[in-house]
């Protein structure tokens, strides 16, 4: 399978979960990430072609409890080795400007402690 991502994506280095912004479930936690998608590990399956409405949530930043909202599409998703875990990818499809330098700045201190 070829590579079609933009930019490459960074392991995350903390736990990151990410909630649906209709039902305020949390869908799974972020394994790695870029500004322009995401892998998801959950414990349902995601719908391919769906777009889900979400919120990233960072326990770690310094304000209480950052929250990065934005819409995704669910490009594939496959079982985990695990029981009842999955894996899905996902495209990112609408975010501000000021959220995408948040999640670059994340990326870029993750870096910088290895």
């Known amino acids: 399978m070829q590579e079609q991502r933009q ?5 995350a280095d903390q736990v990151l ?20 998608g995401f892998m998801l590990l959950s414990q349902e399956p995601m719908l391919l072609g769906t777009v889900y409405q ?4 960072d326990p770690s930043s310094q304000e209480t409890q950052k929250s990065v ?8 998703s496959t079982e985990a080795s695990h029981p009842e875990s999955f894996w ?27």
């Open 88 to 114: 899905s990818g996902f495209r990112i499809t609408e975010i501000s400007s000021d959220d995408v330098l948040y999640i670059d700045r994340l990326i870029l201190e993750w870096n910088s402690e290895q």
């Open 69 to 76: 909202a934005f819409s995704a599409e669910a490009v594939w």
């Open 54 to 57: 979400l919120n990233l949530i």
């Open 7 to 11: 930019s490459p994506r960074k392991v």
């Open 17 to 36: 979960e990410i909630q649906d912004q209709i039902t305020g479930n949390t869908l799974g936690r972020i394994v790695n990430i870029s500004a322009e």
